[in-house]
Structures are given as C-alpha cells and as structure tokens.
C-alpha cells in the first residue's frame, strides 16, 4: 500500500485547509485510515481516524468541532477538512492506513500544514 497525501501549505489563523491522501497498491487490505501529525519536538500524535466504511470516526479532544474526516473508497482516497485553524496545528500531518489481516501499518511521506497568528 502507497499512500501520498496533499494539500498542506501554509494559513493563517482562522483559516481552512484540506488534505487529501490517495491510496494505491492493495487497497482491498485497507481497514482503518487515519491522520496523525508530528510538531517539531514533539512526538506523533492521533489527529483523527475513520473505519473502512466510513461509519465512525474519533478525533482528539484538541480538532473536535473543527476538522472533519471522510473518506471515498470508490476513488481510494481519504480527506481532512481543517477548519478554524489554530497555530498549534503548525506540524507535519500524516497519513494512516492499517491493513485489516495482519495490522500492518502503512505511511505516507507527510504534508507540512503552516499555521500563521
């Protein structure tokens, strides 16, 4: 499984963004997606994660209300609408895959998301 996510850049607060991950290889294995994000100095931390068919999702307490996570299997893609954007959101956002028979977890490369006061 591939993964290559999209649509980081730089905002200022307040603002909106959205990334975009797009799977290919074997999709079919694909269970539970998800994004993390990784500030400097900090460890990697859960942003947000959606099941296979997209009927629950969880996100940390900190983008609750404001970031939404969705996901188009026709199309093996998976999103993150950010909303009101705080500078605390300044970090490298990561995608998730977990292969469903094995657990095996896939990344991808990491988009940097910028976030101006």
């Known amino acids: 499984v591939q993964l290559v996510e999209s649509g980081g850049g730089l905002v200022q607060a307040g603002g909106s963004l959205r990334l975009s991950c797009a799977a290919s290889?074997?999709?079919?294995?694909?269970?539970?997606m998800g994004w993390y994000r990784q500030a400097p100095g900090n460890q990697r931390e859960l942003v947000a994660r959606?099941?296979?068919?997209?009927?629950?999702?969880n996100y940390a307490d900190s983008v609750k209300g404001r970031f939404t996570i969705s996901r188009d299997n026709a199309k093996n893609t998976m999103y993150l609408q950010m909303n009101s954007l705080k500078p605390e959101g300044t970090a490298v956002y990561y995608c998730?895959?977990?292969?469903?028979?094995?657990?095996?977890?896939?990344w991808g490369k990491g988009t940097l998301v910028t976030v101006s006061c």
């Open positions: 959606i099941t296979s068919g997209g009927g629950s999702t």
């Open positions: 998730n895959a977990r292969e469903e028979l094995y657990g095996t977890d896939y």
């Open positions: 290889g074997s999709t079919f294995s694909i269970n539970a």
